[in-house]
């Protein structure tokens, strides 16, 4: 047995329920609640021959599953949309009947119409996009079944005020590192959920975060833990949460 294992549970082994509670959102958090998810290799690694999939695990797989089931929606950059071949949603938020909304924020509009995002999902994707893209290209998502919305600007305060405008305020950001990084220069992360995988990834794969210089570092809470495997799901929110 894991010497971790007696502490710090086995999400595999948990009922939904449990896990569920475990990964509650605040009774009393502000809207929207932005909680980002990432998983990293034990040396800081984002991703294994580009793609976070060599880093995860059973245990990662049912905690990114619970997660997207207690979002309202799921917030994305496109580049991790097109790198990770992103579908849509498969489970239903708990509460509701349908699985959280896919929204994808590009300032081109350079996504495939016929990629899975489209093709296989229950909901329509929400495409966050700006006047620039090409409104041939923005027709084209329209028609694919993509809600497309343009905004003034792709900075945090508007992606999530058009979320909130829609009710959606509790905001599972699933990244990639440069919209992360957006988020916490903008002082908008409320929680990290981190997996951190037992390997050495070594080469040249970037980190969870990629944003501008001289943010101010967010002191975290810890939150809570669990283990699978020799890996740890990490749980931390800010340490001043918005009330």
Do not use: W
């Amino acid at each position: 047995m894991h010497p971790l294992a007696p502490a710090y549970p086995n999400p595999t082994e948990l009922d939904d329920d449990t896990l569920a509670a475990h990964y509650a959102y605040p009774a009393t958090a502000a809207a929207p609640y932005v909680r980002v998810n990432f998983v990293s290799s034990a040396d800081g690694a984002v991703s294994v021959n580009g793609l976070s999939a060599g880093l995860g695990s059973k245990a990662d797989q049912r905690v990114f599953g619970m997660l997207r089931r207690l979002a309202d929606v799921v917030l994305v950059g496109a580049g991790t949309v097109r790198a990770e071949d992103y579908r849509g949603a498969r489970r239903p938020t708990r509460g509701r009947d349908t699985p959280p909304p896919i929204a994808v924020v590009t300032g081109s509009a350079e996504l495939d119409p016929a990629s899975k995002l489209f093709t296989d999902t229950a909901v329509p994707p929400i495409v966050l996009t700006l006047p620039t893209a090409p409104a041939e290209q923005r027709d084209r998502l329209t028609a694919a079944g993509g809600d497309v919305v343009v905004l003034d600007r792709l900075t945090p305060d508007a992606l999530l005020g058009e979320l909130a405008r829609r009710g959606l305020h509790r905001v599972l950001c699933e990244g990639g590192p440069s919209l992360h990084g957006a988020l916490i220069a903008a002082d908008a992360v409320d929680e990290l959920c981190l997996t951190v995988a037992p390997l050495l990834a070594g080469g040249t794969a970037g980190r969870i975060a990629r944003g501008p210089a001289g943010a101010t570092p967010r002191p975290l809470t810890l939150a809570g833990i669990l283990q699978a495997d020799g890996a740890l799901l990490l749980r931390y929110r800010r340490a001043d949460p918005i009330e």
